[in-house]
């Protein structure tokens, strides 16, 4: 349930961009290009001054808006990349510099002509971080200086606009007025808390700092423009009464629209405001009095049989798209696009598990998670790249994505996606236990009592707060607010959002006063809660009983050897020893933590791309284990876990199923087949076989399929049983653990699980690899060469088919890596999509792994690569 923000835009060059409306699609442009910038001490003249059109701009920079201070300096090849090497130790801090190193002058130049008759112009900021005046024409907008990283911020320039139709905006953006002392510590010394704005930039323990604190105007600015009245924060309600299935005819329901109204006139106003949706037209009379703005909610709508938003992994995510549109003697002043997604979110206190459930139209939903922090650590944000990135999340088959509270509300692009995908969304405010006092810490600059009344300015907190609710409250995947991370805002900022704010204006969702609150799951183990973040032996997903609705609980993610190449220099690729002071310089800056020996079972690595070879055969078990033995225990121990963390915004070694570069790595194909809907797996301490479904469909007539392959290809069926499975359900079956003690006890073997339909296709396919009794993989440090056949053929414009074929009377093809290459360079075409991957195939059978994306269609210029453990890296040309 999302309203557009895209609705009636024109780019900054004038170009329709469709498929909207005619009408929409001339009200509204972006204003993302032309911009120049200057450091404000090379600015001698008042903003009066540099805002008329006339006045010269020699020698000024070509700016990146939005972005930040950092992208335009890195953009004029003034900074080196801060992502790459030691590169960001070379760009001088905002704590050491002064805040006027980071303070600089923004000017566009734009057309727009003064409007006709009651005609309005308006000029929206979404972000700016941190402070910002801003002058038209040689006047000034605000009569005060805007603050606030995350209060949108408007302005009816109609009577400042240009006679002659050539306009000037000049806007001096400030910093954080505390930018803190990055000393290493979470947040640095955390007084960056101490400003309404993003924590992180002063580094933590998965990012080092952003230099300039992520100074500039950040999001969008657009110019709208409106008849008399304009449609501003219109609010959707859907409600889904009872228990429903994503087929079959649906019971009504209904769908509750009410929307602010502003005149901006001197004359009273008499005019409509309609929408239509699923066929049906909904209006209501409205009377505004001169320069005022009024709240109006339109008659509710009884949907019938509606068609219903699910999660993903669970039904389909439909979208209805409508307008609303105020008329005004026959002419419409304003529009705004919006898109529902009729759905209901409940939550329920689970008395056995002792945490919170979570439903959706009536039908409970065990949560897998992820952890996001933003999609870019410098802003640097697109369509393009949130779509890549919550497509990702989809194919791991997560269903919800968390926000963490030491970055941003996120964008309504961002939502967008999710609505797409299917992910629903908690989303924290912006408090986090390390920086706000949750706990004694020798690196922050103050002491408990201090940091915990932080920010400085609880107002700007409080308004911040309603506004981005106003922003995001009509998107079908936002499920939660919560109030911070590990930690919850000071009394009256707390009162204000659970007593005020969301019972006003957001009324439908649940809010959990902080990211591991009792209300969410009730802490009976003592301590944070938290966790695991390191690599753990799967035992400990599988057997050991943590938080009944964990929020944070990871383990390692380093990406391999082609994704390190693009940020460690080739001096620093050095393979990782576990022994004091084994890590290179740049591993240890980029935040690397350790495998410990988990790498040696298959061998000691003997150099860097060894090491990183080996390392996704971790990353997968590591994450297959996690989500596996999480939902094995669902609904008994468990109600729902959240990954830390499934993505980086910068090049972190820790904590990602894909690079900062959108590359995925084996943790993401892990999480991908421990996640399925429809699940066979094995506890590998004790050799139990479970299935898990998290479908609300009754499976019949499945046979559940269990073979040991040795080391030669050679299998052994342990056995082969036709069963039921239940719906939102994990059961248990039988133990192989004699069968692969007996088989695997002198080389290790591999253990298929399969579940097959009633016409023998294999709906979920599952295969392990076990060491020999003294825990090493000796049996695949001399696996024979598989002599796959490996064929590529392009499907249509978006889509490549690569089928892996293994002979048989051979070994198992183990775990291989297909890749899309461009032909010339023999790099990664990035970002692109595989159904699976690091796949391995059976002796007498074959793969098909498909390729999709936009970057398909982009680069003709393409071929496949494939290598694996025991097949040796081939190059396959398209046909």
């Known amino acids: 349930m999302q309203i557009n923000m895209v609705r009636k835009l024109l780019n900054a060059t004038g170009l329709l961009l469709l498929p909207f409306l005619p009408l929409a699609a001339q009200s509204q442009y972006e204003l993302n290009s032309g911009w120049q910038c ?103 907008l605000n009569p005060s200086t805007h603050f606030g990283t995350y209060l949108r911020h408007s302005y009816n320039i109609t009577q400042w606009l240009a006679k002659d139709g050539h306009n000037r905006l000049a806007v001096v953006v400030y910093p954080p007025a505390i930018v803190g002392n990055p000393n290493g510590g979470q947040g640095g010394d955390g007084t960056i808390a ?70 901006a006139t001197a004359k009273t106003i008499a005019g409509t405001i309609r929408y239509k949706l699923a066929g049906n037209t909904v209006t ?95 802003f640097r944000f697109s369509d393009e790249r949130y779509d890549a990135e919550i497509r990702f999340h989809r194919d791991m088959n997560l269903n919800l994505i968390r926000i963490w509270g030491g970055s941003l509300t996120e964008r309504p692009e961002f939502y967008e996606a999710c609505d797409r995908y299917g992910l629903l969304v908690f989303q924290d405010f912006w408090m986090s236990g390390d920086c706000n006092g949750r706990w004694v810490d020798p690196m922050k600059k103050e002491d408990q009592w201090t940091r915990r009344n932080y920010p400085d300015d609880h107002n700007l907190f409080i308004t911040s707060v309603a506004d981005q609710v106003k922003m995001l409250r ?54 944070n809660g938290d966790g695991p973040y390191n690599i753990q032996p799967m035992s400990v997903f599988w057997n050991e009983r943590t938080f009944p609705f964990n929020s944070e609980v990871g383990s390692v993610g380093v990406g391999d050897y082609e994704s390190l190449e693009r940020f460690i220099p080739a001096a620093n690729m050095k393979a990782p020893v576990n022994a004091p002071g084994g890590v290179d310089s740049v591993w240890d800056y980029h935040k690397y933590i350790p495998y410990f020996d988990h790498l040696d079972p298959y061998g000691k690595p003997e150099n860097v791309k060894d090491f990183a070879n080996k390392a996704q055969l971790v990353n997968y078990d590591q994450y297959r284990a996690l989500m596996e033995g999480f939902s094995s225990h669902m609904w008994d121990w468990y109600t729902g876990v959240i990954i830390w963390k499934t993505q980086n915004p910068w090049t972190a070694l820790r904590g990602q199923m894909y690079d900062y ?120 440090q001399k696996m024979k060469a598989a002599k796959v056949q490996i064929t590529a053929q392009k499907i249509d414009d978006e889509n490549i088919s690569v089928k892996i074929s293994n002979p048989a009377n051979g070994p198992v093809a183990f775990f291989n890596r297909v890749s899309l290459v461009d032909t010339k360079t023999k790099k990664r075409i990035l970002p692109v999509f595989y159904n699976d991957n690091y796949v391995s195939v059976l002796p007498g059978e074959e793969k098909i792994v498909t390729i999709s994306g936009a970057a398909v269609k982009r680069n003709g210029n393409a071929e496949v690569t494939v290598y694996g453990w025991n097949v040796p890296e081939q190059t396959i040309n398209i046909r």
């Open 661 to 780: 570069y959108l590359d995925p790595n084996a943790c993401l194909y892990g999480l991908h087949n421990g996640s399925a809907p429809l699940h066979a797996m094995c506890n590998p301490i004790d050799g139990t076989i479970l299935t898990v479904n998290n479908t609300f469909r009754y499976y019949t007539d499945i046979m559940l399929e269990l073979k040991v392959y040795n080391m030669k290809g050679e299998d052994t069926l342990i056995t082969q049983v036709f069963t039921e499975i239940s719906p939102k359900t994990s059961q248990k079956y039988l133990s192989v653990k004699s069968a692969l003690d007996k088989l695997g006890s002198s080389e290790g073997v591999f253990l298929s699980v399969r579940l097959r339909d009633k016409d023998r296709k294999v709906i979920d396919d599952n295969l392990y690899w076990f060491p020999d009794a003294k825990g090493n993989y000796s049996g695949l």
């Open 284 to 378: 209501a009379k409205v009377t505004l009095a001169p320069h005022s703005t009024a709240t109006v909610a339109l008659p509710d709508l009884e949907v019938k049989n509606p068609e219903l938003w699910w999660p993903s992994g669970y039904g389909e995510q439909h979208l209805y798209t409508s307008q609303l549109e105020f008329v005004n003697n026959s002419k419409t002043d304003d529009t705004e696009d919006i898109s529902v997604g009729i759905r209901e979110i409940q939550t329920y206190w689970n008395a056995h598990t002792r945490s919170r459930e979570v439903a959706v139209n009536g039908q409970k939903i065990f949560i897998k998670g992820g952890n996001w922090i933003t999609s870019d650590a410098m």
């Open 38 to 140: 200057n450091n404000i001490g090379k600015v001698t003249v008042k903003g009066e001054t540099l805002s008329s059109p006339s006045y010269g701009l020699k020698d000024w920079l070509p700016a990146t808006v939005p972005g930040t201070v950092l992208t335009t300096l890195l953009n004029n090849k003034l900074v080196p990349d801060p992502f790459y090497g030691m590169n960001n130790q070379r760009i001088p801090d905002i704590y050491f510099t002064g805040r006027d190193h980071y303070t600089y002058w923004f000017v566009k130049d734009f057309t727009e002509q003064q409007p006709a008759a009651d005609g309005q112009v308006w000029l929206h900021f979404r972000g700016v971080n941190d402070g910002c005046d801003i002058y038209l024409n040689g006047h000034r």
């Open 474 to 527: 009509n998107y079908a995947s936002l499920a939660f607010w919560c109030g911070g991370n590990e930690i919850t805002p000071p009394a009256d900022i707390l009162s204000a959002i659970k007593d005020s704010i969301l019972p006003q204006l957001d009324n439908t969702r649940f809010f959990f006063h902080y990211s591991n609150t009792d209300s969410m799951s009730y802490n009976f183990l003592g301590g």
């Open 194 to 263: 101490k400003n309404v704005g993003p924590q992180y930039t002063a580094g933590w323990d998965w990012i080092q700092p952003m230099r300039d604190r992520n100074t500039g105007i950040w999001d969008k600015v657009t110019i709208e423009k409106t008849g008399a009245v304009r449609i501003k924060n219109p609010h959707i309600i859907t409600k889904v009464p009872g228990v429903r299935l994503p087929e079959g005819q649906q019971s009504p329901a209904t769908v509750q629209v009410s929307t602010e109204l502003e005149n």
